[in-house]
């Protein structure tokens, strides 16, 4: 079956402007988090959802960053007045729910000059 | 708390040699501990996860991992390494018991020479 789907795979924005990334996860799957990968700071975690539960947001690194999951399917990450530091690549995992495994979509390359 | 180190962030080995990546954790609660693949411009792949059954877990493409918790590592092995196996690795782990997130080491990127 299909598995996780990111887009855009790649994005070029300017410092200062709002960017969204969108994540559609493994059809069945109630867990979603994001991963932000980037070469100073390795793979770190953003935020986590689970079905109808309040989002863990432990992870988001300010509050310029920011994520919805609508129908309790597709994800958008949302980052406001984005910064050079932004840049990174931001993975996307689903899981079911329960001790699982997470399968990780391909990725958007973000790049902010 | 959780957290995850990875020894050596470069390993090179010859094809047909033995692979050895090194993870050690720490956890405050009994752990799940997860080995990840990353080939160039790809996402991750699981390649193996331990979740307190059986501590020698074996995995895709040859990989196995033993859990040993006096030593609180999770080693990553294949007793003969193929080229196709040059990617970064990467050791997670996660609380038992629910499904949170995983916490991974810095990787390490594994050559193999001809």
Sequence with gaps: ?113 | AQSVTQLGSHVSVSEGALVLLRCNYSSSVPPYLFWYVQYPNQGLQLLLKYTSAATLVKGINGFEAEFKKSETSFHLTKPSAHMSDAAEYFCAVSPSGSARQLTFGSGTQLTVLP
Excluded at chain 1, 61 to 66: A, K
Excluded at chain 1, 68 to 79: A, C, M, Y
């Design chain 1, 1 to 113: 079956g299909a598995g996780v789907s990111q887009s855009p795979s790649n994005k070029v924005t300017e410092k200062g402007k709002d960017v969204e990334l969108r994540c559609d996860p493994i059809s069945g799957h109630t867990a979603l988090y994001w991963y932000r990968q980037s070469l100073g700071q390795g793979l770190e975690f953003l935020i986590y959802f689970q079905g109808n539960s309040a989002p863990d947001k432990s992870g988001l690194p300010s509050d310029r960053f920011s994520a919805e999951r609508t129908g309790g399917s597709v994800s958008t990450l949302t980052i406001q007045r984005t910064q050079q530091e932004d840049s990174a690549v931001y993975l996307c995992a689903s899981s079911l729910a329960g001790p699982e495994t997470q399968y990780f979509g391909p990725g958007t390359r973000l790049l902010v000059l």
